[in-house]
């Protein structure tokens, strides 16, 4: 069974750049896509971007064209990078894995228990 855990949110300054990191444990991880999603106080979990089994990605409206995701997976890691950092980009960022490459929060169904990310002006 495939596991997942965030790290490397913090306190940031806006206009810095974040990287995410996602480790996964699990033998069959290298099948699976990952999702990233976000939740700040008072509003709906929303979709950040994605990486397939084959790295194709695919990003949310918010982040488009100043984020990257990329996977190693020897490592077993998938990477989230924001740049550009916004204060509407405070939130606690959660990854998700599944055989399905999606965008859709359903259709994840292993999740991470989130890391915070706090960006000052």
């Known amino acids: 069974q495939v596991q997942v855990t965030e790290s490397g949110g913090g306190l940031v300054q806006a206009g810095d750049s974040l990287r995410l990191s996602c480790a996964a444990s699990?033998?069959?991880?290298?099948?699976?896509?990952v999702g990233w999603f976000r939740q700040a106080p008072g509003k709906e979990r929303e979709f950040v971007g994605a990486?397939?089994?084959?790295?194709?990605?695919l990003f949310g409206e918010s982040v488009k064209g100043r984020s990257s995701i990329s996977r190693d997976n020897a490592k077993q890691m998938v990477y989230l990078q924001i740049d550009s950092l916004r204060i509407e980009d405070e939130a606690v960022y959660f990854c998700?894995?599944?055989?399905?490459?999606?965008?859709?929060?359903?259709?994840?169904?292993?999740w991470g228990r989130g890391t915070q990310v706090t960006v000052s002006s």
């Open positions: 998700a894995a599944d055989r399905r490459f999606s965008r859709l929060i359903t259709q994840y169904d292993i």
């Open positions: 990486i397939s089994w084959n790295r194709d990605t």
């Open positions: 699990g033998p069959t991880f290298s099948d699976f896509a």
